[in-house]
């Protein structure tokens, strides 16, 4: 009888600990999957400020031949 409490007891210790180990990974997995999107995100943001460099820097440039041709 004593034995069948101890296995019990030792299963269900098991479980538990099978529990916690279960959730740790899965914030494990939920942590990584949250730095990946917020690379993803960086990427995006970093390619549209280039963009908008690569805009801007254009219109700047045809701007001083515009005022070489302005005749007053």
Same mark, same amino acid.
């Given at each position: 009888m004593l034995k069948a409490i101890q296995t019990k007891i030792l299963l269900a210790i098991l479980a %538990?600990?099978?529990t916690i180990g279960g959730?740790? @990974?899965y914030r494990r997995h939920e942590a990584a999957k @949250? @730095?990946?999107q917020r690379q993803q995100e960086y990427e995006r943001f970093r390619q549209r %400020?280039?963009?908008d460099k690569? $805009?801007?820097s254009s219109a700047a440039a045809n701007e001083g $031949?515009?005022?070489q041709k302005y005749i007053p």
């Open positions: %538990v600990l099978m959730i740790l @990974a @949250a @730095a990946l %400020v280039e963009q690569k $805009k801007h $031949k515009t005022w």
